[in-house]
């Protein structure tokens, strides 16, 4: 799934091209046109059609690599290529909670980029690894890393309503999703509490210190193609009113921003004021699938406010989410 999200996006882009792909022995020695079953709504670019799928093995491959393997065989491989001198720029979550691994969002943390020099003299690498995060997590970070700069952040409940393209293809069985909600993810809960405090962090000394707030969890399965919505009820540390919250998102802009990254989104959060948005089926695409949408801005009577945040999980939540990594990455003069 997010495979087929790196070679669509990667078609038209002006600084990255697609000329090696790897994947399992299934498909290696395959074109990809005969070893990909395709899943996406355009076609898929031709450029790709006739690529011959590798074994995944350091020698042939470029220096800069983008991984969505499976996480059961991502750690090692990525490992071998970094190793090899390769930059692995990667969705997987083997490496997210390594130390000296940075786990980026350049809206949030361009900072932690730094800790490479960490990486590359702890592990004797010429190459790297670069993670993003968790599909779940990266619509929930950005929603409160502004938050977190104005006001503060105290404690975070999340609650999530995730599609079944989460789940790789084939994803989760008809008879399983169909009607129904399914309440358990594997893992899923722990990842989005970790590295929610990671990405929040700050980095000194060739280390993160964990941001300081307590942020619970609940991640649910629902019969939705693409598109994670997430309920979040937040208390801040300092006063604030919800016009203030709503200024915050909107005024938000970063490093992608100011660099005029090419995936960057004009406006990463995008403040949605009708009563019943943002959905699905209206809101997922918004600013090309890099935005994080956020409506029904509330007081919450438990803790101090609520909201909704929805992002695209393949795009924002993974190869999209790579891609502005890899920019933000060129720009600041690692790929050289
Ligand atoms: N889907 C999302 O929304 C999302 C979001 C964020 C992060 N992620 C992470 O991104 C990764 C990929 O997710 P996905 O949803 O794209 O999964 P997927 O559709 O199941 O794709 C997994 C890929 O890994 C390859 N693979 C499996 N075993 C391999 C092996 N032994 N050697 C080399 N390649 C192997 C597969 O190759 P074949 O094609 O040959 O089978 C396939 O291309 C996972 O680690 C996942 O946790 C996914």
């Not at 882009?13 to 395709?38: M, T, V």
């Not at 090692?76 to 692995?88: C, D, L, R, S, Y």
């Not at 990266?138 to 999340?158: C, D, I, Q, T, Y």
């Not at 005029?260 to 959060?269: E, F, G, T, W, Y």
Request: charged letters at 25%; one cysteine or more; hydrophobic letters at 40%.
């Amino acid at each position: 799934m997010v495979g087929q999200r790196f070679i669509s996006l990667l078609e038209h882009h002006p600084w990255f091209e697609a000329r090696w792909l790897a994947a399992s022995d299934r498909s290696a020695g395959k074109k990809y046109s005969e070893a990909c079953n395709w899943r996406l709504r355009a076609p898929m670019p031709a450029a790709a059609r006739d690529l011959m799928v590798q074994e995944c093995k350091p020698g042939k491959a470029p220096q800069l690599i983008f991984s969505s393997l499976d996480s059961r065989v991502a750690g090692e491989a990525e490992k071998t290529f970094a190793k090899a001198g390769h930059v692995v720029v990667s969705n997987s979550s083997n490496h997210r909670m390594d130390p000296d691994v940075p786990l980026l969002i350049p809206e949030v943390n361009p900072d932690h980029l730094a800790l490479v020099g960490e990486q590359r003299k702890q592990r004797g690498w010429k190459g790297m690894i670069v993670t993003n995060p968790n599909c779940t997590t990266v619509g929930l970070v950005m929603s409160l890393a502004p938050l977190e700069r104005a006001f503060g952040l105290e404690k975070v409940l999340v609650t999530s309503m995730q599609a079944i393209s989460g789940a790789g293809y084939p994803g989760v069985p008809t008879l399983d999703i169909m009607g129904n909600v399914i309440p358990f993810i594997s893992g899923e809960e722990e990842k989005v509490e970790r590295e929610a405090h990671k990405l929040l962090g700050t980095l000194a000394e060739g280390r993160v210190t964990q941001g300081n707030f307590v942020v619970s969890a609940h991640c649910n399965r629902v019969f939705v193609e693409d598109g994670h919505t997430e309920a979040v009820s937040v208390s801040l540390r300092s006063n604030a009113d919800l016009e203030d919250l709503i200024e915050a998102w909107r005024k938000f802009r970063a490093r992608p921003q100011e660099l005029r990254l090419p995936s960057a989104p004009k406006h990463p959060i995008l403040v949605r004021e009708e009563r019943d948005r943002p959905q699905v089926k209206f809101d997922v695409e918004s600013e090309g699938g890099m935005a994080a949408v956020v409506g029904r801005v509330r007081r919450c009577p438990v803790l101090q406010f609520k909201y909704i945040t929805l992002s695209h999980n393949t795009v924002r939540g993974a190869a999209g989410a790579a891609l502005l990594n890899a920019e933000l990455m060129k720009s600041e003069g690692y790929l050289d």
